[in-house]
């Protein structure tokens, strides 16, 4: 089974509007932590939100929010107020508190159009 | 750019060379992650390494490919006998521990081409 699942392969948004990105995750581990990074087009990946699983409150970085519903499974990123450079490839990942890897979905392209 | 350093940052090759990629983690930080990312594809675990020990390595193709990280100097990705099928980007990350809580940060990438 996927670890983490990503079912928006790209998404469009108007400039300034809000976006949400879904991501959804399996674990049977119970402490775990979950992040996004953005990928831009010159391709380096950029961490910019973590949430961890025993947080009771959802993260918030600036215009980035998570929205973490432990009993869902799920943990999508809010992007307020969009803006061109928001156009990126976003990736879920998780970290869980067995094992040793990062595990990746397999990404959403946001577009923001002006 | 959260202080990983990886080169080169791109890399052409021909088919069955060596491809070394170097990667000097953050300061501070003793865990080195390797993944490879395919065009259009996500991220793929290769091997995770303390200095001096490879602590994981389920993700490393079981030919061509190794890893090291010494104790003084930067990790070294090796892929010998370069194919076709091995490019792609390679990145390193590097956190402060194994926590589930603790944030890999990501280099800038290592794009190699095999031609």
């Known amino acids: 089974a996927q670890k983490i699942t990503q079912t928006q392969p790209g998404m469009f948004v108007q400039e300034k509007e809000a976006v949400t990105l879904d991501c959804t995750y399996d674990?049977?581990?119970?402490?775990?932590?979950l992040f996004w990074y953005k990928q831009p087009s010159s391709g380096e990946m950029i961490f910019l939100i973590y949430?961890?699983?025993?947080?009771?409150q959802n993260a918030t970085e600036g215009r980035y929010s998570l929205n973490f519903q432990k009993a869902r499974k799920s943990a999508n990123l809010v992007i307020s107020a969009s803006q061109l450079g928001d156009s990126a490839m976003y990736f879920c990942?998780?970290?869980?508190?067995?094992?040793?890897?990062?595990?990746f979905g397999t990404g959403t392209s946001l577009t923001v159009i002006p | 750019n959260a202080g990983v350093m990886q080169n080169p940052r791109h890399l052409v090759r021909r088919r069955g060379q060596e491809a070394r990629l170097r990667c000097s983690p953050m300061?501070?930080?003793?865990?080195v992650y390797w993944y490879r990312q395919l065009p259009e594809e996500g991220l793929k675990f290769m091997v995770y390494?303390?200095?001096?020990?490879?602590?994981?390595e389920s993700g490393m193709p079981k030919e061509r490919f190794s890893a090291e990280f010494p104790k003084e100097g930067p990790s070294i990705l090796r892929i010998q006998q370069v194919v076709r099928g091995d490019s792609a980007a390679y990145f390193c990350?590097?956190?402060?521990?194994?926590?589930?809580?603790?944030?890999?940060?990501f280099g800038e990438g290592s794009w190699l081409t095999v031609v």
């Open positions: 674990t049977s581990d119970p402490s775990y932590g």
């Open positions: 990350a590097s956190s402060p521990g194994t926590g589930f809580e603790n944030t890999i940060y």
């Open positions: 390494l303390q200095k001096e020990n490879i602590i994981d």
């Open positions: 300061k501070g930080h003793s865990h």
């Open positions: 949430q961890g699983s025993y947080d009771q």
């Open positions: 990942a998780m970290r869980e508190v067995t094992g040793n890897q990062f595990y």
